[in-house]
């Protein structure tokens, strides 16, 4: 039996994963959340990491210290970089790129054909290409163009590098699958102040301020967000019920 982690920032993001999981239980390592299950021809352990590359590495170490593992999945939302890929589209990295320091973690091509198969007939929209991770948000339709033009990159999150570095040091595949939240020409309203870093939670009082500051243009901002998590929610979850309900599993280097 494959032993799988999935690493996701955001409790909606893991809550993508969880339906799939027999047997589940929920533990926690120190202050780091995780749900552990049976998932197909797996075993899984869900990771709530909360947001940034600084929290990822944190929670990647300490899970890879404690459930050896085969597959390591960076996975939840990413902001889209190519107008291609529109809302809710799966994005499956062939390698990432950390915008800090340039560092790129190729992932196996026999790992991504694999991976890609699961989206075959499950009417998902899916591409194949670099992913960047950054440390603040994309925010801006100019921002993301930049980004674009100077990593060549589909997709943009803030945890995967992190995620991959760790896989890399200790010697286990990595894959990356995203679902586009935010599409390459719509700005993301800011959330910074709104969503507990950590917890991954919206902050009621901060939520209450800021829709009582900016009026009815700020609620249909955030009612956009919300639609866009449903529907990248939504992908992400079928990508998972077409993996673990395929049976077998996916395809690392030597392995058949």
Request: contains cysteine; hydrophobic residues 45%.
């Amino acid at each position: 039996m494959l032993r799988v982690a999935v690493f996701a920032a955001l409790p909606w993001e893991c809550k993508c994963v969880l339906p799939v999981l027999r047997d589940r239980r929920r533990g926690k390592s120190g202050s780091i959340q995780w749900w552990e299950g049976e998932a197909g021809a797996c075993h899984v352990r869900v990771v709530q990491t909360g947001v940034g590359m600084m929290r990822a590495t944190a929670a990647a170490r300490v899970t890879l210290s404690e459930f050896p593992c085969q597959l390591v999945v960076s996975t939840g939302c990413a902001g889209g970089l190519s107008a291609t890929l529109g809302l809710g589209a799966v994005v499956i990295a062939s390698e990432v790129v950390c915008g800090i320091t340039s560092s790129i973690f190729p992932v196996s091509e026999r790992l991504v054909a694999s991976l890609t198969a699961r989206t075959s007939g499950s009417g998902l929209h899916c591409a194949i290409g670099r992913q960047l991770s950054v440390a603040e948000p994309l925010v801006s339709v100019a921002a993301k163009q930049q980004a674009a033009i100077r990593f060549q990159a589909l997709a943009v999150d803030m945890e995967s590098a992190a995620i991959a570095r760790e896989a890399k040091e200790n010697g286990i595949a990595f894959a990356s699958v995203r679902a586009i939240l935010d599409p390459a020409l719509a700005s993301l309203p800011p959330t910074e102040e709104l969503i507990d870093p950590e917890s991954g939670r919206v902050q009621p009082w901060p939520l209450i301020r800021k829709v009582l500051r900016s009026g009815p243009d700020g609620w249909r901002s955030l009612h956009e967000l919300y639609a866009w998590k449903q529907a990248a929610g939504a992908t992400l979850s079928r990508f998972y019920q077409n993996w673990f309900s395929a049976g077998n599993m996916p395809a690392l280097e030597g392995k058949s």
